[in-house]
T-cell receptor
Framework: DAGITQSPRHKVTETGTPVTLRCHQT?????MYWYRQDPGHGLRLIHY???????DKGEVSDGYSVSRSKTEDFLLTLESATSSQTSVYFC??????????????????FGPGTRLTVL | QKEVEQDPGPLSVPEGAIVSLNCTYS??????FMWYRQYSRKGPELLMY????GNKEDGRFTAQVDKSSKYISLFIRDSQPSDSATYLC?????????????FGKGTKLSVIP
C-alpha cells in the first residue's frame, strides 16, 4: 500500500459527534488527499494538501476540515458527524511514475480505507 | 455532466472470456490515462498507464486510447476469477508535478469460474 496507513480502519459513531480520521505516510510525498467512496458516486475528492499547512477544498468539502502539521500526517475531521457522511474514506498520496520526459506524470497511491458508519 | 463517464456495470463474464471496459471523456486536454483495479474492501491500485494515444500491453491486459473519439478501453484476455474487481479509469491534463486526477465511477467485473 505504498507506505500509507489509515486509522481507524473501522468506526461506528453517533450523529453529532466529532470524528477524526488519520492518514500516515512513510514516503515523504508532498501531496496528500482525502476521498470518500459511495455506491453510484465513485471516488469524490474531499480535501487535498500540497504541503505542510497547505490545504485546499475538493468536490465535496462541506462538513469536513483537514489539517497537516507534518509531512507524514494528514487528518480529516468531521466536526459533527451526520448519517450522510457514512462512507468509506480513502487517503492517497501522489508521486511521479519516474518515466522519461513528457511521458512522466504523477499518479495516486491509495491507503487501505476507513469504513465509517454514522448512526 | 462529469468530465469522465464510465458504465458502472455490473459486468459478469465466464472464465476465459475477453473483457472490454470503457470510459469516455469530454475534456480534450487530457493526455495521461490510467486504469486502477480495486478489490472488495481494498484501496484502488494502479494497473495500467498510457500517455496520449495508442495501445499498451502488459501480460493479459491491454490499454487503448483513442483521443479523436475521447474514448479509452481496457481489455482483459483469458479472464480469471482473480480479475473480479472494480475497475476505475482516471485521467489528467498535466505531466509530472501535477496532482489532479479525474476518476470514472468504476465498473464492477465478476469472472465466473
Amino acid at each position: 500500500d505504498a507506505g500509507i496507513t489509515q486509522s481507524p480502519r473501522h468506526k461506528v459513531t453517533e450523529t453529532g459527534t466529532p470524528v477524526t480520521l488519520r492518514c500516515h505516510q512513510t514516503e515523504n510525498h508532498r501531496y496528500m488527499y482525502w476521498y470518500r467512496q459511495d455506491p453510484g458516486h465513485g471516488l469524490r475528492l474531499i480535501h487535498y494538501s500540497y504541503g505542510v499547512k497547505d490545504t485546499d477544498k475538493g468536490e465535496v468539502s462541506d462538513g469536513y476540515s483537514v489539517s497537516r502539521s507534518k509531512t507524514e500526517d494528514f487528518l480529516l475531521t468531521l466536526e459533527s458527524a451526520t448519517s450522510s457522511q457514512t462512507s468509506v474514506y480513502f487517503c492517497a498520496i501522489s508521486d511521479s511514475l519516474g518515466l522519461a520526459g513528457a511521458y512522466d506524470t504523477d499518479t495516486q497511491y491509495f491507503g487501505p480505507g476507513t469504513r465509517l458508519t454514522v448512526l | 455532466q462529469k468530465e469522465v463517464e464510465q458504465d458502472p456495470g455490473p459486468l459478469s463474464v465466464p472464465e476465459g472470456a475477453i473483457v472490454s471496459l470503457n470510459c469516455t471523456y469530454s475534456n480534450s486536454a487530457f493526455q495521461y490515462f490510467m486504469w486502477y483495479r480495486q478489490y472488495s474492501r481494498k484501496g484502488p491500485e494502479l494497473l495500467m498507464y498510457t500517455y496520449s494515444s495508442g495501445n499498451k500491453e502488459d501480460g493479459r491486459f491491454t490499454a487503448q486510447v483513442d483521443k479523436s473519439s475521447k474514448y479509452i478501453s481496457l481489455f482483459i484476455r483469458d479472464s480469471q476469477p482473480s480479475d473480479s474487481a472494480t475497475y476505475l479509469c482516471a485521467m489528467s491534463i498535466s505531466g509530472a508535478g501535477s496532482y489532479q486526477l479525474n476518476f470514472g465511477k468504476g465498473t464492477k467485473l465478476s469472472v465466473i469460474p
